[in-house]
């Protein structure tokens, strides 16, 4: 399996990153993409840190770097990340995976992905 897509199409008005991949579509929301930057300011040097608030996130802008990755410009000033093909291709096989345990992990820090909204537990 070759991991450089055939596509990469930026629908700007819903935010999504459109890949394909042998034949097959792939979509990412820029949300989705955001809080899985693999920057050293989402990884933490081996410590990840849990993004928030990142539901109204767009994409500003998409840049090749070389033949082998994005680096995607998000409207939050977010610009450091670079996406290869293989870790794109690795975001679509596993989006819905990954997307769940990025909700569980929001549940269990008391995190919104609203930028508005705050979590309160009352026990």
């Not at 890949?19 to 989402?42: D, H, I, K, M, W």
Request: charged share 20%; with cysteine.
């Amino acid at each position: 399996m070759t991991c450089i897509p055939e596509k990469v199409h930026l629908h700007r008005q819903s935010g999504v990153l459109e890949l394909t991949f042998e034949g097959l579509n792939y979509q990412l929301s820029a949300e989705f993409l955001r809080v899985n930057s693999p920057s050293a300011e989402v990884r933490g040097h081996g410590n990840p840190v849990l993004q928030h608030g990142k539901k109204n996130v767009g994409i500003q802008a998409l840049e090749p770097a070389g033949n082998y990755a994005l680096k995607i410009i998000f409207d939050d000033g977010h610009d450091s990340g670079l996406y290869d093909w293989s870790y794109l291709y690795e975001l679509s096989l596993n989006k819905e995976a990954l997307w769940q345990d990025y909700l569980q992990q929001l549940s269990a820090a008391g995190k919104s992905r609203d930028p508005d909204e705050s979590v309160v537990r009352l026990i």
